[in-house]
């Protein structure tokens, strides 16, 4: 079971990536999926999320109409699509994956993905 996080890199303020979050091991429709960032020193804080059942997708107010979640449910992969670039979206992108199965809770993070915008 894994979740496998990429397309972090350097951009310049104003451009775009596509972060991929890859799951092998269990069904990422079956889970609620959420894109996370971290910057050193502070707490991890929600980007973004999608519910599984419905496709419902919530975003935080700083990343509001930049930021894009979607699915490929033939990959197995959720993606976050992120737009206009700016300094403070530089962090470490974690993806989770939460969701219930049986009466077990489960609970997946990739590894992160580093986001650095810079001029």
């Known amino acids: 079971v894994q979740l496998q996080a990429s397309g972090g890199g350097l951009v310049q303020p104003g451009g775009s990536l596509r972060l991929s979050c890859a799951a092998s091991?269990?069904?990422?429709?079956?889970?609620?999926i959420g894109w996370f960032r971290q910057v050193p020193g502070r707490e991890r804080m929600g980007v973004s999320c999608?519910?599984?059942?419905?496709?419902?997708?919530t975003y935080a107010n700083s990343v509001k109409g930049r930021f894009t979640i979607s699915r490929d449910s033939a990959k197995n992969t959720v993606y976050l699509h992120i737009n206009n670039l700016k300094p403070e979206d530089t962090a470490v992108y974690y993806c989770?994956?939460?969701?219930?199965?049986?009466?077990?809770?489960?609970?997946?993070w990739g590894q992160g993905t580093l986001v650095t915008v810079s001029s």
């Open positions: 989770n994956a939460a969701g219930v199965v049986g009466t077990s809770v489960r609970d997946y």
């Open positions: 091991g269990f069904i990422l429709d079956e889970y609620h």
């Open positions: 999608i519910n599984p059942s419905d496709g419902y997708t």
